[in-house]
Protein backbone atom coordinates (compact mmCIF):
# COMPACT_ATOMS: atom_id res chain seq x y z
CA UNK A 1 0.00 0.00 0.00
CA UNK A 2 1.22 3.28 -1.05
CA UNK A 3 2.36 5.98 1.65
CA UNK A 4 -0.47 8.57 0.65
CA UNK A 5 -2.72 5.82 1.32
CA UNK A 6 -2.21 4.62 4.68
CA UNK A 7 -1.99 8.05 5.66
CA UNK A 8 -6.12 8.81 4.22
CA UNK A 9 -6.75 5.89 5.72
CA UNK A 10 -4.50 6.59 8.98
CA UNK A 11 -6.32 9.86 9.34
CA UNK A 12 -10.05 8.31 8.37
CA UNK A 13 -9.62 6.06 10.96
CA UNK A 14 -8.91 8.70 13.52
CA UNK A 15 -12.11 11.00 12.60
CA UNK A 16 -14.45 7.48 13.12
CA UNK A 17 -12.34 6.82 16.46
CA UNK A 18 -12.68 9.81 18.42
CA UNK A 19 -16.58 10.66 18.12
CA UNK A 20 -16.59 12.01 21.49
CA UNK A 21 -14.87 15.11 21.42
CA UNK A 22 -15.86 17.39 19.01
CA UNK A 23 -14.68 21.06 17.87
CA UNK A 24 -17.11 23.45 16.57
CA UNK A 25 -17.63 27.15 15.41
CA UNK A 26 -14.92 28.94 17.34
CA UNK A 27 -16.42 32.17 18.01
CA UNK A 28 -19.90 31.36 18.87
CA UNK A 29 -22.49 34.30 19.44
CA UNK A 30 -24.53 34.36 22.84
CA UNK A 31 -27.58 36.62 22.37
CA UNK A 32 -29.45 38.41 25.96
CA UNK A 33 -33.05 39.66 25.41
CA UNK A 34 -34.09 41.82 28.27
CA UNK A 35 -36.66 44.75 28.53
CA UNK A 36 -33.81 46.96 27.48
CA UNK A 37 -33.36 45.55 24.14
CA UNK A 38 -31.31 42.26 22.63
CA UNK A 39 -27.16 42.33 22.79
CA UNK A 40 -25.60 40.03 21.01
CA UNK A 41 -21.53 39.12 22.13
CA UNK A 42 -19.02 37.15 20.36
CA UNK A 43 -17.27 34.43 21.88
CA UNK A 44 -14.08 36.51 21.87
CA UNK A 45 -16.00 39.47 22.66
CA UNK A 46 -16.98 38.06 26.19
CA UNK A 47 -13.30 36.81 26.76
CA UNK A 48 -12.29 40.40 26.32
CA UNK A 49 -14.29 41.78 29.26
CA UNK A 50 -14.93 39.11 31.87
CA UNK A 51 -12.54 36.88 33.43
CA UNK A 52 -12.26 33.19 32.86
CA UNK A 53 -12.37 30.66 35.25
CA UNK A 54 -11.73 27.25 34.98
CA UNK A 55 -13.62 24.79 36.93
CA UNK A 56 -13.98 21.04 37.06
CA UNK A 57 -17.27 19.98 38.07
CA UNK A 58 -19.21 16.50 37.60
CA UNK A 59 -21.42 16.58 34.89
CA UNK A 60 -24.92 15.42 35.77
CA UNK A 61 -25.66 14.26 32.13
CA UNK A 62 -22.26 12.25 31.45
CA UNK A 63 -21.87 11.16 35.52
CA UNK A 64 -18.14 12.43 35.65
CA UNK A 65 -15.95 15.61 36.41
CA UNK A 66 -15.30 17.69 33.14
CA UNK A 67 -13.33 20.91 33.42
CA UNK A 68 -14.91 23.58 32.24
CA UNK A 69 -13.80 26.67 30.77
CA UNK A 70 -16.27 29.48 32.24
CA UNK A 71 -17.61 32.95 32.99
CA UNK A 72 -19.72 34.11 35.82
CA UNK A 73 -23.29 34.01 34.74
CA UNK A 74 -24.13 36.99 37.19
CA UNK A 75 -20.83 38.79 35.11
CA UNK A 76 -22.86 38.03 31.75
CA UNK A 77 -25.30 39.43 32.82
CA UNK A 78 -24.59 42.55 34.08
CA UNK A 79 -22.27 42.88 31.10
CA UNK A 80 -25.35 42.67 28.59
CA UNK A 81 -27.61 44.75 30.43
CA UNK A 82 -29.68 42.43 31.77
CA UNK A 83 -28.66 42.02 35.45
CA UNK A 84 -32.50 43.20 37.25
CA UNK A 85 -34.92 40.46 35.75
CA UNK A 86 -36.94 38.22 38.12
CA UNK A 87 -36.26 34.74 35.80
CA UNK A 88 -33.91 34.04 33.12
CA UNK A 89 -35.15 31.34 30.01
CA UNK A 90 -32.48 29.52 28.44
CA UNK A 91 -33.12 29.10 25.06
CA UNK A 92 -31.37 25.77 22.91
CA UNK A 93 -30.98 24.98 19.76
CA UNK A 94 -33.03 21.75 20.56
CA UNK A 95 -36.00 23.51 21.49
CA UNK A 96 -35.28 22.81 24.91
CA UNK A 97 -36.32 25.60 26.63
CA UNK A 98 -35.46 25.77 30.71
CA UNK A 99 -36.15 28.86 33.19
CA UNK A 100 -35.22 29.70 36.82
CA UNK A 101 -35.14 32.41 38.73
CA UNK A 102 -32.43 34.84 39.21
CA UNK A 103 -31.92 34.56 42.55
CA UNK A 104 -30.57 30.93 41.48
CA UNK A 105 -27.42 32.24 39.45
CA UNK A 106 -25.59 33.23 42.75
CA UNK A 107 -27.30 30.46 45.14
CA UNK A 108 -26.33 27.62 42.98
CA UNK A 109 -23.55 29.47 41.73
CA UNK A 110 -24.24 29.43 37.49
CA UNK A 111 -21.67 29.84 35.26
CA UNK A 112 -21.44 29.44 31.48
CA UNK A 113 -19.26 26.73 30.22
CA UNK A 114 -17.80 27.53 26.71
CA UNK A 115 -15.13 24.73 26.52
CA UNK A 116 -13.31 22.47 28.10
CA UNK A 117 -9.77 21.50 29.00
CA UNK A 118 -8.46 24.63 27.94
CA UNK A 119 -10.06 24.32 24.53
CA UNK A 120 -12.90 27.10 23.88
CA UNK A 121 -15.42 25.34 21.85
CA UNK A 122 -14.15 21.83 22.96
CA UNK A 123 -16.94 19.49 24.32
CA UNK A 124 -17.61 15.58 25.15
CA UNK A 125 -20.78 14.31 23.46
CA UNK A 126 -24.07 14.04 25.75
CA UNK A 127 -26.16 10.61 25.63
CA UNK A 128 -29.93 12.23 24.99
CA UNK A 129 -32.36 9.31 25.27
CA UNK A 130 -31.08 7.02 22.06
CA UNK A 131 -28.75 9.63 20.62
CA UNK A 132 -25.55 11.59 21.28
CA UNK A 133 -25.41 15.59 21.06
CA UNK A 134 -23.41 18.24 21.02
CA UNK A 135 -23.46 20.43 23.37
CA UNK A 136 -21.95 23.67 22.06
CA UNK A 137 -22.35 26.49 21.87
CA UNK A 138 -22.61 26.63 25.42
CA UNK A 139 -23.71 25.24 28.50
CA UNK A 140 -24.96 26.53 31.78
CA UNK A 141 -22.96 24.52 34.85
CA UNK A 142 -23.98 24.78 38.04
CA UNK A 143 -20.44 25.04 40.20
CA UNK A 144 -22.58 24.26 43.48
CA UNK A 145 -23.94 20.71 42.59
CA UNK A 146 -25.36 20.11 46.13
CA UNK A 147 -28.76 20.92 44.71
CA UNK A 148 -28.41 19.89 41.28
CA UNK A 149 -32.41 18.65 41.86
CA UNK A 150 -33.63 21.97 41.31
CA UNK A 151 -31.44 22.84 37.86
CA UNK A 152 -30.67 20.47 34.94
CA UNK A 153 -27.72 22.38 32.82
CA UNK A 154 -29.26 24.01 29.55
CA UNK A 155 -27.21 22.89 26.72
CA UNK A 156 -26.92 23.85 23.44
CA UNK A 157 -27.83 27.41 24.80
CA UNK A 158 -27.21 30.48 22.47
CA UNK A 159 -30.02 32.63 23.94
CA UNK A 160 -30.81 34.15 27.56
CA UNK A 161 -34.41 35.60 27.96
CA UNK A 162 -34.65 37.92 31.14
CA UNK A 163 -38.29 38.49 31.69
CA UNK A 164 -40.84 38.30 34.36
CA UNK A 165 -42.08 34.44 34.69
CA UNK A 166 -45.87 36.36 34.79
CA UNK A 167 -45.42 38.12 31.37
CA UNK A 168 -43.56 35.42 29.62
CA UNK A 169 -46.20 32.58 30.67
CA UNK A 170 -49.28 33.97 31.74
CA UNK A 171 -51.25 30.74 30.77
CA UNK A 172 -49.59 28.24 32.95
CA UNK A 173 -49.91 29.95 35.86
CA UNK A 174 -52.79 28.29 38.13
CA UNK A 175 -55.40 30.39 38.97
CA UNK A 176 -57.58 30.86 42.08
CA UNK A 177 -55.24 28.43 44.36
CA UNK A 178 -54.04 29.44 47.98
CA UNK A 179 -49.92 29.67 47.57
CA UNK A 180 -49.72 27.08 50.33
CA UNK A 181 -51.94 24.24 48.14
CA UNK A 182 -51.39 21.25 46.22
CA UNK A 183 -51.74 22.59 43.35
CA UNK A 184 -49.42 26.00 43.99
CA UNK A 185 -46.59 23.47 45.21
CA UNK A 186 -47.18 21.02 42.33
CA UNK A 187 -46.58 24.17 40.27
CA UNK A 188 -43.26 25.11 41.47
CA UNK A 189 -42.05 21.86 40.92
CA UNK A 190 -43.68 21.63 37.32
CA UNK A 191 -41.75 25.16 36.96
CA UNK A 192 -38.57 23.81 37.71
CA UNK A 193 -38.62 20.49 36.51
CA UNK A 194 -40.91 20.13 33.86
CA UNK A 195 -42.14 23.16 31.87
CA UNK A 196 -38.50 22.93 30.31
CA UNK A 197 -39.70 20.73 27.74
CA UNK A 198 -43.47 20.53 28.20
CA UNK A 199 -46.01 23.22 27.39
CA UNK A 200 -49.09 24.13 29.07
CA UNK A 201 -51.56 26.09 26.50
CA UNK A 202 -49.07 26.22 24.14
CA UNK A 203 -46.40 28.09 26.60
CA UNK A 204 -43.31 26.41 27.34
CA UNK A 205 -40.85 23.64 26.00
CA UNK A 206 -40.96 21.80 22.74
CA UNK A 207 -39.13 18.87 23.80
CA UNK A 208 -42.16 16.48 25.30
CA UNK A 209 -45.87 17.14 24.69
CA UNK A 210 -48.39 19.44 25.20
CA UNK A 211 -49.96 18.78 28.59
CA UNK A 212 -53.19 20.54 28.35
CA UNK A 213 -54.87 21.38 25.03
CA UNK A 214 -56.76 20.04 23.72
CA UNK A 215 -57.11 17.40 26.31
CA UNK A 216 -55.15 17.93 29.26
CA UNK A 217 -53.18 14.53 30.05
CA UNK A 218 -55.38 13.76 33.11
CA UNK A 219 -58.34 12.99 30.98
CA UNK A 220 -56.78 10.11 29.15
CA UNK A 221 -54.12 8.58 31.19
CA UNK A 222 -54.89 7.19 34.70
CA UNK A 223 -53.25 8.33 37.91
CA UNK A 224 -51.37 5.06 38.62
CA UNK A 225 -50.04 5.54 35.05
CA UNK A 226 -48.98 9.03 35.60
CA UNK A 227 -47.69 8.19 38.87
CA UNK A 228 -45.41 5.65 37.43
CA UNK A 229 -44.61 7.69 34.65
CA UNK A 230 -43.54 10.62 36.69
CA UNK A 231 -41.12 8.08 38.69
CA UNK A 232 -39.11 6.94 35.62
CA UNK A 233 -40.17 7.06 32.22
CA UNK A 234 -37.61 4.53 31.47
CA UNK A 235 -40.00 1.42 33.18
CA UNK A 236 -41.79 2.39 29.88
CA UNK A 237 -39.91 3.40 27.00
CA UNK A 238 -36.19 1.93 27.10
CA UNK A 239 -34.04 5.29 26.94
CA UNK A 240 -36.76 7.75 27.23
CA UNK A 241 -35.79 11.19 26.22
CA UNK A 242 -38.10 12.01 29.42
CA UNK A 243 -35.48 11.76 32.03
CA UNK A 244 -36.42 10.06 35.87
CA UNK A 245 -37.36 12.35 38.49
CA UNK A 246 -36.19 12.85 41.97
CA UNK A 247 -39.77 13.66 42.92
CA UNK A 248 -41.30 12.19 46.23
CA UNK A 249 -44.16 10.14 45.94
CA UNK A 250 -46.05 13.52 47.52
CA UNK A 251 -44.50 15.54 45.16
CA UNK A 252 -45.55 13.56 42.45
CA UNK A 253 -49.04 14.25 43.45
CA UNK A 254 -48.77 17.11 44.03
CA UNK A 255 -47.77 18.03 40.09
CA UNK A 256 -50.43 15.65 38.97
CA UNK A 257 -52.69 17.87 40.91
CA UNK A 258 -51.39 20.88 39.08
CA UNK A 259 -51.96 18.98 35.62
CA UNK A 260 -55.78 18.56 36.95
CA UNK A 261 -56.25 22.00 37.46
CA UNK A 262 -55.02 23.17 34.60
CA UNK A 263 -57.65 21.01 32.86
CA UNK A 264 -60.00 23.70 34.06
CA UNK A 265 -57.98 26.63 32.43
CA UNK A 266 -57.84 25.49 28.70
CA UNK A 267 -56.85 28.68 27.09
CA UNK A 268 -54.67 29.31 23.35
CA UNK A 269 -54.13 26.83 20.86
C1 LIG B 1 -35.75 16.60 29.02
C2 LIG B 1 -37.13 16.87 28.68
C3 LIG B 1 -38.24 16.45 29.60
C4 LIG B 1 -38.42 16.79 30.93
C5 LIG B 1 -37.48 17.56 31.84
C6 LIG B 1 -39.70 16.25 31.29
N1 LIG B 1 -40.28 15.61 30.23
FE1 LIG B 1 -42.10 14.71 30.21
N2 LIG B 1 -41.74 14.01 28.34
C7 LIG B 1 -40.67 14.35 27.56
C8 LIG B 1 -40.76 13.67 26.28
C9 LIG B 1 -39.78 13.79 25.14
C10 LIG B 1 -41.95 12.91 26.32
C11 LIG B 1 -42.47 12.00 25.21
C12 LIG B 1 -42.42 10.57 25.58
C13 LIG B 1 -41.07 9.90 25.74
O1 LIG B 1 -40.15 10.37 26.43
O2 LIG B 1 -40.87 8.83 25.21
C14 LIG B 1 -42.55 13.16 27.63
C15 LIG B 1 -43.75 12.61 28.05
C16 LIG B 1 -44.45 13.02 29.19
C17 LIG B 1 -45.79 12.63 29.53
C18 LIG B 1 -46.73 11.77 28.70
C19 LIG B 1 -46.54 10.30 28.88
C20 LIG B 1 -47.52 9.55 28.02
O3 LIG B 1 -47.14 8.54 27.48
O4 LIG B 1 -48.67 9.99 27.87
C21 LIG B 1 -46.09 13.24 30.74
C22 LIG B 1 -47.37 13.15 31.52
C23 LIG B 1 -44.93 14.00 31.12
N3 LIG B 1 -43.94 13.84 30.16
C24 LIG B 1 -44.86 14.79 32.25
C25 LIG B 1 -43.70 15.42 32.71
C26 LIG B 1 -43.59 16.09 33.99
C27 LIG B 1 -44.72 16.28 34.97
C28 LIG B 1 -42.28 16.49 34.10
C29 LIG B 1 -41.61 17.17 35.27
C30 LIG B 1 -41.60 16.44 36.52
C31 LIG B 1 -41.59 16.12 32.85
N4 LIG B 1 -42.48 15.47 32.05
C32 LIG B 1 -40.27 16.41 32.57
C33 LIG B 1 -39.63 15.20 27.91
C34 LIG B 1 -39.42 15.71 29.19
Redesign the pocket.
Known sequence: MNAFLTRSIFALAILLISPSLFAQSANPTLTVDSERGSHSLSLDELRDSLETREIEVINPDLGRPIRYLTFSLADVLKLMGASNAEDLVFHCLDG?QSSTAVANVAKLDLRLAYGEDGIPGQWSLIPTGKTMTNPAPFIVVSANTSDSKVF?WPFQMNRIEAVSFASKFPLVLPTGVSANSAVARGFT??RE??L???SVNLQGGE???E?NIPKN?TEY?STNF?RQ??HD?NQF?AR????P?E?TPEEIDE?IAY?RHMARHKQGG
Not at 240 to 243: F, L, S, T, Y
Request: hydrophobic share 45%; charged share 15%; net charge positive.
Open positions: YSIFQCKCHVGPLIRLWLPRARMPTLVL
